[in-house]
T-cell receptor
Framework: GENVEQHPSTLSVQEGDSAVIKCTYS??????FPWYKQELGKRPQLIID???NVGEKKDQRIAVTLNKTAKHFSLHITETQPEDSAVYFC????????????WGAGTKLIIKP | NAGVTQTPKFRILKIGQSMTLQCAQD?????MYWYRQDPGMGLKLIYY???????DKGEVPNGYNVSRSTTEDFPLRLELAAPSQTSVYFC??????????FGPGTRLTVT
């Protein structure tokens, strides 16, 4: 089945700096690549997603880039703010996972004031 | 729209007891899911449903059962609760296998 890994597991950045989280996957048939944000004690929420026919997608301070050849996609957050502190999950899906999202273990992002 | 609702918010069970976690959505979504999230970990899929009358096992189905008699409701049944089932349970729904909308979660402790 699909194997999903996120790196790093914890990321601490100074407020205003950029943060990058990488997600690698094993299923070459994966065609949908979302990122979810989960604040402490809250439910996960979709923040950005990308499909396999697109290499990059941007929404204000966040962006996702996809490298299908290397089988990884990354979340980029620029000008980080305190409210960006959360756990971020990637959850690609594809044929091998019976079209269910397979969740990474999460990356805890800490924004230092 | 209420979105995805879950009850109860918290529950403490004794070992061997049973309970049903309720989940409902008012978005007319065909797909519904049950996940568990252990402390500091990602989400594990327990069961999912692609429509009323259709359910299928996820990654960690042992100890749980589901039913889907209507589009709106997707209850999760725990039989013979065990300490290993202590977790936060999230229900989610989606229009197709894309953006999933999550409920607020049920925090379950089995002692």
């Amino acid at each position: 089945g699909e194997n999903v890994e996120q790196h790093p597991s914890t990321l601490s950045v100074q407020e205003g700096d950029s943060a990058v989280i990488k997600c690698t996957y094993s299923d070459s048939a994966s065609n949908y690549f979302p990122w979810y944000k989960q604040e402490l004690g809250k439910r996960p929420q979709l923040i950005i997603d990308i499909r396999s026919n697109v290499g990059e997608k941007k929404d204000q301070r966040i962006a996702v880039t996809l490298n299908k050849t290397a089988k990884h996609f990354s979340l980029h957050i620029t000008e980080t703010q305190p409210e960006d502190s959360a756990v971020y999950f990637c959850a690609p899906y594809g044929r091998d996972s019976n079209y269910q999202l397979i969740w990474g273990a999460g990356t805890k992002l800490i924004i230092k004031p | 729209n209420a979105g995805v609702t879950q009850t109860p918010k918290f529950r403490i069970l004794k070992i061997g007891q049973s309970m049903t976690l309720q989940c409902a959505q008012d978005m007319n979504h065909n797909y519904m899911y049950w996940y568990r999230q252990d402390p500091g970990m990602g989400l594990k899929l327990i069961y999912y449903s692609v429509g009323a009358g259709i359910t299928d096992k996820g990654e960690v189905p042992n100890g749980y059962n589901v039913s889907r008699s209507t589009t709106e409701d997707f209850p999760l049944r725990l039989e013979l609760a065990a300490p290993s089932q202590t977790s936060v349970y999230f229900c989610a729904s989606s229009y197709n296998v894309n953006e999933q909308y999550f409920g607020p979660g049920t925090r379950l402790t089995v002692t």
